[in-house]
């Protein structure tokens, strides 16, 4: 998977309680992406980063944050997590020039919330 | 706004049999165009990539796609199917001009029967 680690790969959590999400890489790419994946959505663009400490929101950030304190590490955080949050989060890495804007993908990390 | 219309949710082929999965997207501005494939518990694997240049793109596994700007196609295409080949398929787009983030449609999975 690229040198990307998704941490963990599974968790059953409660309602109301936080999670975060670890997303790991080792090809020092400018660019992180957190997406979910739902049947009948395909993929869904949660936040994005293009360098550290600078994040943007995609098409489903409500209730979530992300942070990006080094170039390897990119977090994903539901602050009280809810049902409808229940699915499975790919982590995405990209960058410009040789890479040609390609993303490479994690392996996934399926979230349960009871 | 952009968005990716894929006209399939499933497509049961039989083996050796010649498959397309259609692909229609849209867009006001220039865009790439990718496909994906994921297999059962994994992550996404690219398949093939349009960014410039000629229509017709040669991916692995003996796929094929060509674009289509009239039409805003981006149909996926193979000539004789394996049932290794049975996994999700997703079609995505992606601003040209922006950081690389990804807009994909609900996907198609394709069924190869023996």
């Known amino acids: 998977d690229a040198g990307i680690t998704q941490s963990p790969r599974h968790k059953v959590t409660e309602t109301g309680t936080p999670v975060t999400l670890r997303c790991h890489q080792t090809?020092?790419?400018?660019?992180m992406y957190w997406y979910r994946q739902d049947p009948g959505h395909g993929l869904r663009l949660i936040h994005y980063s293009y360098g550290v400490k600078d994040t943007d929101k995609g098409e489903v950030s409500d209730g979530y944050s992300v942070s990006r304190s080094k170039t390897e590490d990119f977090l994903l955080t539901l602050e009280s997590a809810t049902s409808s949050q229940t699915s499975v989060y790919f982590c995405?890495?990209?960058?410009?020039?040789?890479?040609?804007?390609?993303?490479?993908f994690g392996a996934g990390t399926r979230l349960s919330v009871l | 706004a952009q968005s990716v219309t894929q006209l399939d949710s499933q497509v049961p082929v039989f083996e050796e049999a010649p498959v397309e999965l259609r692909c229609n997207y849209s867009?006001?501005?220039?865009?790439?165009l990718f496909w994906y494939v994921q297999y059962p518990n994994q992550g996404l694997q690219l398949l093939l990539k349009?960014?410039?240049?000629?229509?017709l793109v040669k991916g692995i596994n003996g796929f094929e796609a060509e674009f289509n700007k009239s039409q805003t196609s981006f149909h996926l295409r193979k000539p004789s199917v394996h049932i290794s080949d049975t996994a999700e398929y997703f079609c995505a787009v992606s601003d040209a001009g922006g950081y690389n983030k990804l807009i994909f449609g609900a996907g198609t999975r394709l069924a190869v029967h023996p």
């Open positions: 349009y960014l410039s240049g000629s229509t």
């Open positions: 090809e020092n790419h400018r660019y």
């Open positions: 995405a890495i990209s960058d410009r020039g040789s890479a040609k804007n390609i993303q490479y």
């Open positions: 867009s006001s501005v220039s865009v790439y």
